[in-house]
């Protein structure tokens, strides 16, 4: 079988990319098992110069790399460049904290010695998602491999040739043959790599549907998973925010990437003293928004990555509408093969696709509620629980509306996003387990208990 890759820009087929045949599959998952032992008994220090060789060669082939993203999943150029700078940066963080975050840690018993050993468990395996095609990946990649254990990358089917230019990031970068493992396979032959027993792991980033799959058939051979799901963030505006900067916040968060990452801010809860205002300053600044060609510097809106999922997203605006949210700009698909206007739904409420589903675009869902108490009840009033965010004058009063969000990242006059220092991850349907930081990296890890009597 093979997939054919449209570019998202031109709807023109530049990629076929085959799946792998058992016999392959079988060599990979060989070259994994046989990769472990070795790479796993290097010092932490040897493995971090090989992450940090990496930084340098993801520096080295930015301009390939950025046009191989580019064609295959729609990406702006400078978002581009700056996704591949965030990996760099994630490989050095790890090569400089791991040793940190791997030694043992004591604990005072009646033993004469008790301590926490954090040591590898084997191949990891990961079913990764298309909207950041290097980040997710590196995401994952640079705590496992520094903990010492080894990867299988299952990367999305529109994103094949990304796939294989981590790969040879990671080869050029020194690491040996089977400690990142690339697999171009269908569900059912990722199913059957769960199931083998050179797998100790796996993680997921991708929809609600996907998680659910994956998890069950982990846990049906009782393996440790981390799922990264879906989300629909909050982006709360209190009556004393700063409108300049908040509207400026809004548009970023919503529309970068043309919308499609699970933390993008998705439901604009606004107190009815300041809607009017927001509203109207919030349409005029994404009414300046720009499809067009995404190697283009005047194109300032990304085409959405594929046509079905544009068709998607416009199913669910039409939805809304017709359950009385207010269609206040866009709302069309574009002109391109892929495109998506900046679209902004007004009066949205319990029972819309805008209100209950996760709007995976460039489409803004606006929430009126009178006071902060109604903010942080709608707020809550969802299925996910991945992020949020809170805008308001008073810090500390943000603070207390961001501690009372149900979900596993809660900003205050900040937009949410994954930095490899915190921990980063969901509650509720957005999924379980933690990346980033040492909490990511201990994931993955056997915590191993040592007491010397």
């Known amino acids: 079988m093979t997939t054919e890759i449209p570019n998202p820009a031109t709807g023109q087929v530049e990629h076929r990319q085959a799946l792998m045949t058992s ?10 098992q046989a990769a472990f032992p070795e790479w796993s008994q290097r010092s932490v220090q040897a493995r971090g110069d090989v992450l940090r060789a990496a930084a340098g060669v993801l520096r080295e082939r ?25 990996c760099a940066a994630a490989c050095e963080f790890y090569a400089d904290n791991a040793q940190g975050y791997l030694h043992p840690e004591q604990i005072a018993t009646e ?26 990946v590196f995401r994952f990649l640079a705590p496992t491999l520094m903990a010492g254990n080894v990867a299988l990358l299952k990367h999305a089917t529109n994103v094949p040739r990304c796939a294989d230019a981590i790969a040879a990031v990671l080869q050029a970068a020194g690491a040996p043959e089977g400690v990142l493992g690339v697999l171009h396979i269908d569900n059912d032959q990722a199913a059957e790599v769960i199931c ?51 509207v400026a916040a809004a548009v970023k968060s919503r529309f970068d990437n043309a919308g499609q990452t699970c933390i993008a801010a998705k439901r604009f809860i606004v107190v009815e ?87 995976f675009g460039p489409v803004a869902s606006i929430l009126r509620v009178k006071d902060e108490a109604e903010a942080v009840r709608v707020a809550n009033d969802t299925s996910f629980g991945l992020g949020g965010s809170v805008w308001t004058a008073d810090a500390a009063r943000g603070e207390r509306v961001a501690q009372q969000l149900q979900c596993g990242a809660a900003f205050v006059n900040a937009i949410v996003k994954s930095d490899v220092r915190l921990p980063f991850g969901g509650s509720k349907r957005s999924g379980f387990g933690r990346e980033l930081a040492q909490h990511g990296m201990h994931e993955f890890t056997n915590i191993k208990t040592i007491y010397v009597a």
Not at 62 to 84: C, F, N, S, W, Y
Not at 111 to 136: D, H, K, T
Request: charged residues 20%.
């Open 273 to 359: 003293a300041i809607a009017e205002t927001f509203v109207t300053r919030f349409v005029e600044a994404a009414g300046k928004l720009r499809t067009g060609d995404p190697n283009d510097s005047a194109t300032t809106l990304a085409p959405m990555a594929r046509q079905d999922l544009r068709e998607e997203l416009h199913q669910q605006v039409g939805a809304s509408v017709q359950a009385g949210a207010k269609l206040l700009l866009g709302g069309a698909p574009g002109q391109g093969y892929a495109d998506y206007p900046a679209t902004i739904l007004d009066h949205v409420g319990p029972g819309m696709p805008a209100y209950e589903q996760e709007l």
């Open 23 to 32: 016999n392959a599959v079988e060599a990979a998952l060989h070259a994994a």
């Open 111 to 136: 033993a004469q010695s008790s301590y926490v050993r954090y040591e590898p468990i084997g191949c990891v395996f990961a079913v990764m998602p298309w909207n950041f095609p290097l980040w997710q």
């Open 196 to 246: 083998d027993p050179r797998v100790a792991a796996v993680t997921l980033t991708g929809s609600e549907r996907a998680g659910k799959s994956i998890a069950a058939t982990a846990g049906s051979v009782l393996k440790k998973c981390v799922m990264e799901l879906g989300g629909s963030d909050a982006f709360v505006v209190l009556e004393d925010a700063d409108l300049d900067k908040t």
């Open 62 to 86: 930015r301009q390939d790399l950025q046009q191989v993203m580019t064609a295959e999943m729609g990406k702006l150029k400078p978002e581009a460049l700056a996704e591949i700078e965030k």
